[in-house]
């Protein structure tokens, strides 16, 4: 009986030392391998960014390009070439890939001229709507503010902001700002990200989708932005 308790302890202290060990490699925090994310991030091309691509042996192909609504270019020798979502060395390697069809040891350089700057559009019922451009963190009643405050016949209880989520599919979140201008409780307003739209309404709106088609949102639009 005794050895049997024994044993039961000496089962317990160990399972014990188990779980203080495990809880303090949790409690470490995780290190990034390298090539990851944190060190490494570099800009990938969007549409409207500028290129200038130079060729060091045959500079007659040196070139401006624009990344076309569609994320590609058009090269003078090589074709069309896709580099929205890449970034700079990606898209020389793959340039490089495309012209060595046609020129023998290329060497290229790339350099991106003008890039669209991150922004946010504001619509509807306010004083000045249009595109806001993103300088720093901005949040939802911010980028109002910005474009001038609400009109007297904003709904402030029901702001709509659209997020992109992929090329058909755009998430809605609905934000009430009534009780954050009488109480300035900013646990209503929302930090943007580039590409979201506000919408402040005229009339409030009934029932809306967590998510909508991005090709029926310009229909659901129209009636609102003035």
Do not use: H
Request: hydrophobic share 40%; no cysteine; glycine share 6%.
């Amino acid at each position: 009986m005794f050895i049997r308790r024994l044993g039961a302890i000496a089962l317990l202290t160990f399972a014990l030392t188990l779980a203080v060990s495990a809880q303090k490699q949790t409690a470490q925090p995780q290190i990034p391998k390298l090539g990851t994310f944190g060190n490494d991030l570099r800009y990938t091309l969007n549409p409207g960014d500028v290129l200038d691509i130079q060729y060091r042996y045959t500079p007659e192909f040196n070139q401006t390009v624009t990344v076309q609504p569609d994320g590609y270019v058009s090269l003078q020798i090589g074709g069309d070439v896709k580099v929205a979502g890449r970034d700079l060395t990606q898209v020389r390697n793959l340039i490089l890939t495309q012209v060595k069809t046609r020129l023998e040891s290329p060497e290229i350089t790339v350099i991106l001229k003008e890039f669209q700057k991150p922004y946010v559009q504001v619509a509807g019922e306010v004083v000045t709507p249009g595109r806001l451009e993103m300088r720093e963190k901005l949040t939802a009643i911010q980028a109002v503010l910005m474009a001038g405050g609400f009109k007297d016949s904003a709904k402030s209880s029901q702001i709509l902001v659209f997020r992109k989520l992929n090329a058909d599919t755009a998430e809605v979140r609905v934000l009430n700002f009534k009780s954050l201008t009488r109480t300035s409780d900013l646990e209503n307003d929302l930090t943007l990200q580039p590409g979201d739209m506000i919408m402040v309404p005229r009339n409030r709106i009934a029932k809306l989708e967590r998510y909508v088609r991005i090709a029926s949102l310009a229909t659901f639009l129209n009636p609102l932005i003035r």
